[in-house]
């Protein structure tokens, strides 16, 4: 064999990071986050050691879906710029590989997790799992364009996996939570396909933009922040929420409002002249968004601990 065909077996063989590419790990950080948050504000205490287990698997779990998703999308994930890197398609892992891969993990998560904390959260992390990879990978996303409403459920559950883990069951509260990711996702998705606009054309997934057009995408855009906001507000008045939650919702609602009215007054003209600055600015705050409602609702469960809670 000659230097130059060992080198490039060498630049083709799986790295452990490859794995963890498959995994998802942006993605998963976001499960990671919201059932930590689901977990610690129920009202049912949980001991330190099983609520890092707990977590622990949930994050396996999200991590499968990743890895599942990634071999079922292999053959688009080879035409989008933003997904040609990734372990399959730069042909670090097979197909095959990362198929095996996802079905462990999936059995391995929701096993252990019902068997260290109860067979609900089990259950329910297995039909999130179940939801992702067939529901939204497998059937919705190539088929409709309200693939990203519908399948947006599967990312919105972990909060409330992470509060069955305390409690075994479900609540109003869990519900608001679930509504809270559920209802961010489609602005957060759509404005991300107004600035890649060519990816998943040329690759034939029917998002928004592609089978509605981007104008009545950027309506859709402010329809959903609206509907959005009331919830996200809302919530600051249910048993986990508090004043400082309900300070943090107003103002970040508000500001996203002001981001999907921006959107949806700008043509295209305009939109390419900036390179899409504000569409780009809108996602990205989007996931300051996110995460600082969950912060807050985090925050609130801190300070009732030390006797400050108000609600």
């Not at 689901?38 to 001991?47: I, M």
């Not at 300070?247 to 508000?254: D, E, G, K, L, S």
């Amino acid at each position: 064999m000659s230097d130059i065909s060992y080198i490039q077996q060498q630049d083709n063989e799986a790295r452990f990071s490859d794995y963890i590419a498959l995994l998802k790990p942006r993605v998963m950080s976001l499960v990671v986050f919201t059932a930590f948050v689901g977990l610690v504000v129920a009202p049912n205490p949980v001991h330190p050691f099983v609520g890092f287990v707990a977590i622990l698997f949930i994050a396996l779990g999200g991590g499968a879906s990743g890895a599942l998703n990634m071999w079922y999308d292999a053959d688009i994930d080879r035409i989008m710029r933003r997904t040609r890197s990734r372990p399959i398609p730069a042909g670090k892992v097979s197909e095959r590989e990362a198929l095996g891969f996802g079905l462990a993990l999936s059995g391995i998560s929701c096993v252990m997790l019902a068997l260290a904390t109860n067979i609900f959260s089990g259950l329910f992390l297995a039909f999130t799992i179940f939801f992702y990879v067939v529901i939204y990978t497998m059937w919705l996303k190539r088929a409709t364009p309200q693939n990203i409403v519908i399948g947006g459920a599967a990312g919105a559950f972990p909060p409330m996996i992470g509060w069955a883990v305390a409690t075994g069951g479900i609540s109003i509260e869990s519900i608001a939570m679930f509504l809270l990711v559920f209802l961010w996702t489609p602005p957060h998705f759509w404005s991300l396909a107004l600035f890649m606009k060519s990816d998943y054309h040329e690759a034939k997934v029917p998002m928004l933009t592609v089978t509605h057009g981007r104008e009545h995408t950027r309506k859709n855009i402010l329809v959903y922040t609206l509907i959005l906001a009331p919830l996200a507000v809302g919530t600051g008045f249910t048993s986990i929420g508090g004043p400082l939650y309900l300070a943090t919702a107003i103002v970040m609602n508000a500001l996203f409002i002001k981001g999907a009215i921006e959107i949806h007054g700008r043509t295209e003209v305009q939109a390419e002249a900036d390179k899409y600055a504000v569409e780009k600015r809108f996602f990205y705050f989007s996931l300051v968004y996110l995460f600082a409602h969950f912060a807050a609702l985090l925050a609130e469960e801190g300070l009732s601990h030390i006797g400050l809670g108000v609600w």
